[in-house]
């Protein structure tokens, strides 16, 4: 069945604009986390929504950083006035519910963002 | 939240085992061990997942220590598709509808020569 699908793939732009990721999880899937993957940092959890539950946004590093998830089913980061330093892989995935320590996390092939 | 040790990279040889070992001394009796791997360019995939008793799925085997404190994933016959880096995570129960973000750390590099 379709995975986690993320767009775009590559996202080149101009320190100070804005930027919008976007994230489709798995159908069914009430779960859904971004992470953020850079050189030297390792994958970094970022925010994670459960349901009709307020988000978890403790990852997130600035208030640069918004994320929002519309119907319970698409999600789309938000980096505003980008920096440098927000140069790095954005992964999305999805799970069946965080009700439970145990359902594993469906991951997208990410989202590369270069700021020139 | 509890750390786990992984050693940084590993070798292996095209169709033989590989067993890939993490320390997690500070476990507590909640805790499920995950292992996901990431191979080059592609998001992580999950690879199984314990609490007590071993484990067998179509990917690998997860070998629990008996006291929890260290867990051991098996390749039982590597190939060069498995190149990749393999996180040893715990994911720590917080309660109905909490947690549930998975803590990487820097996982151990695996290659595979032919």
């Known amino acids: 069945g379709a995975g986690v699908s993320q767009s775009p793939s590559n996202k080149v732009t101009e320190k100070g604009k804005d930027v919008e990721l976007r994230c489709d999880p798995i159908?069914?899937?009430?779960?859904l986390y971004w992470y953020r993957q850079s050189l030297g940092q390792g994958l970094e959890f970022l925010i994670y929504f459960q349901g009709n539950s307020a988000p978890d946004k403790s990852g997130l590093p600035s208030d640069r950083f918004s994320a929002e998830r519309t119907g319970g089913s698409v999600s789309t980061l938000t980096i505003q006035r980008t920096q440098q330093e927000d140069s790095a892989v954005y992964l999305c995935a999805s799970s069946l519910g965080a009700a439970y320590s145990n359902q594993p996390q469906h991951f997208g092939d990410g989202t590369r963002l270069s700021i020139l | 939240d509890a750390k786990t040790t992984q050693p940084n990279s590993m070798e292996s040889n095209e169709e033989e085992p590989v067993h890939l070992p993490c320390n997690h001394s500070t476990i507590s009796g909640t805790d499920y061990i995950h292992w996901y791997r990431q191979l080059p360019s592609q998001g992580p995939e999950y690879v199984i997942h314990?609490?007590?008793s071993n484990v067998n799925n179509r990917m690998a085997s997860l070998a629990i220590a008996e006291d929890r404190k260290s867990s051991t994933l098996i390749l039982h016959r590597a190939t060069l598709r498995d190149a990749a880096v393999y996180y040893c995570i715990l994911r720590a129960y917080e309660g109905y509808n909490q947690g549930g973000k998975l803590i990487f750390g820097q996982g151990t590099e695996l290659s595979v020569k032919p």
């Open positions: 159908s069914g899937h009430t779960a």
């Open positions: 314990g609490l007590t």
